[in-house]
């Protein structure tokens, strides 16, 4: 059979083409190999076997088995040495790439942990905005109606004091004072929140499922040292207006909520 060889292991027998005989070898026919020339080399050469694994320091090896093959070069046959080099470099070659192949999956996999991880503490830092960003909601639209948008309480106080008619004001006054029976005075509110708002972007909202599922307990959790009076009191504020467990879903009744009295 022209440019082929016929070779056989454990495994069985192989037919392939002339000069790829290293590149179809299995791990456990180069393993066959090592195990039974091992009877040559009075142990030695077994634990060099027991060894090479794909986890092996790969290159140790190499120079372990550079030793062995000194050691052993003129102590047999020369048929019988060459015999045993070419298993020993193919058996490393091999070892070699599945090293190769295993540090490039274990570079693969920490790269996307560290994906995972950035994604997962962008969320939380959403969501602590977000949580900023209800408060303001709720007492814009309550303030200025329905469909404004959402201002900075600072920049809603700014603007009622310049530029409100009177009926803003009063609500305004209604918040301030539902602020201050909750145990967070208005001014204080503006100042702990301002932090935490720059943790949320414009376009950087969080989905629908999660406002329904995050808890007060989680946006404690996530809180750092620096944000967790400013997440304390906003979620202080929330109580009343937001659905049960859920401080980023406010309530349909927050009206009635900071017109009573």
Excluded at 185 to 198: D, K, N, T, Y
């Amino acid at each position: 059979m022209s440019g082929q060889n016929v070779w056989k292991d454990r495994l069985g027998s192989h037919t392939v083409a002339h000069g790829q005989e290293s590149s179809i070898r299995t791990s456990q026919a180069l393993a066959s190999e090592l195990a039974e020339n091992a009877q040559d080399f009075d142990g030695l050469l077994a634990d060099v076997v027991e060894s090479a694994t794909p986890e092996a320091d790969v290159e140790n090896l190499g120079k372990r088995l550079d030793e062995l093959l000194k050691q052993y070069r003129n102590k047999m046959p020369k048929s019988k040495f060459a015999q045993l080099k070419r298993v020993l470099n193919d058996a490393l070659a091999l070892l070699r790439n599945q090293a190769d192949d295993i540090k490039s999956l274990k570079a693969a996999v920490a790269a996307l942990q560290r994906k995972a991880a950035k994604a997962e503490a962008d969320r939380r830092a959403v969501l602590l905005g977000q949580l900023v960003y209800t408060v303001d909601d709720i007492v814009t639209s309550y303030v200025f109606g329905p469909g404004s948008r959402p201002m900075s309480l600072n920049d809603i106080q700014t603007t009622v004091e310049y530029d409100a008619d009177v009926q803003q004001q009063q609500r305004w006054q209604q918040v301030t004072a539902f602020a201050e029976k909750q145990g967070v005075p208005i001014g204080l509110l503006i100042v702990r929140s301002s932090a935490l708002r720059s943790q949320r972007f414009g376009v950087a909202h969080g989905r629908p499922d999660e406002l329904d599922s995050t808890t007060p307990d989680q946006l404690r959790a996530w809180a750092t040292s620096s944000y967790a009076t400013a997440t304390e009191l906003l979620l202080k504020f929330l109580g009343p207006l937001t659905q049960d467990s859920k401080p980023l879903r406010p309530r349909q009744d927050v009206a009635a909520t900071f017109a009573a009295p």
